[in-house]
């Protein structure tokens, strides 16, 4: 498949000109450039290329267009807590600092 796209000419089996063909059609070809890479008539291409779309609105029409996946947005955790840490890992602990200079002792120098 791939020395087909790179456009070499070799043999396709059925199943892969299957694949040629709707994939041509998924990314837009016209029917002279099938035509040009299969080897085949102007025609016969513009079949093929139909019958693929027919193939994908069947799909769709059966199984429904899929929608848009809805992106969420992050948000920061609320409730107050820390986030829940990795099984294995530590959390920081946090402990209020102490200013040395208020509590401590003026001493002989004051």
Excluded: C
Aim: hydrophobic letters at 35%.
């Amino acid at each position: 498949m791939i020395a087909f796209f790179n456009g070499r000419d070799v043999h396709l089996t059925e199943a892969e000109r299957q694949v040629v063909v709707d994939h041509a059609y998924v990314r837009g070809w016209r029917p002279a450039r099938l035509a040009a890479a299969l080897q085949i008539s102007h025609k016969h291409a513009r079949d093929l290329l139909r019958q693929a779309a027919n193939k994908v609105l069947d799909r769709d029409r059966t199984y429904g267009v899929p929608r848009p996946k809805k992106k969420r947005k992050k948000t920061a955790p609320t409730a107050g807590g820390p986030a829940p840490a990795r099984p294995g890992t530590r959390q920081p602990v946090t402990r209020p600092v102490a200013s040395t200079s208020a509590h401590a002792p003026l001493g002989k120098a004051a």
